[in-house]
């Protein structure tokens, strides 16, 4: 079964790890002016896709636009990696897709490590994602291990494209961020990015 089986109850239960949800990770980050381009981009994007409401057209129209406004603001430091197949270890189900895959390599042509962050894009609820997502850095960091890179932590973003909900995973145990935030504040969305990658 892929990463998708993953409820929160199921990940917790499977791998033994706390589950902390009352921190507020990133609240005293630092927004990032963005480019015109994205508020032009996503001026047009946001109500077609909300319109269109499905899991694909939030992630083309929404979430990828974001991540490349990342991309560029590190100048190309980190590769991006959109709906590839991460198979990690089969017998603890840590197999399948992932939806965005973002990596502290500049190499783009394949996926390396350290991987920083895992982004998992749902139609509705953000929730729904969480379990999914702990499994993904839970893989993340098995992989970044097997490549001899031993970083401390690895984040992971659930969003609607609408609503963002970050987490941070490190050894055993998943934060999962207190508030949400909406894709009104892009900046704070990109400047929290900015400061994961760069840990």
Partial sequence: MPYSSYTLKRVKEDFKIDIVENRDLFSETEEVEVSDYLKTTLNYNIPLALAISTEKARSELIVSNVLLELKK???DEVSL????NFDVDKDRDLNG???YI???S???FYLSSPIAAIVE?????VTSGLGQCIAEMIA?????EREGNNIDKIYGTVTT???????????GRACIDRPEYHIANVNKIIGIFVKMMRQ
């Fill in 73 to 75: 603001y590190l100048n």
């Fill in 106 to 108: 500049s190499e783009q």
């Fill in 140 to 144: 993340a960091e098995i992989f970044n």
């Fill in 81 to 84: 990696f959109s709906g590839i």
């Fill in 102 to 104: 973002l990596s502290r």
């Fill in 121 to 125: 894009a749902k139609n509705e609820q």
């Fill in 161 to 171: 494209g609408n609503t963002w909900k970050f987490l941070e995973y490190r050894k």
């Fill in 97 to 99: 897709f992932c939806d």
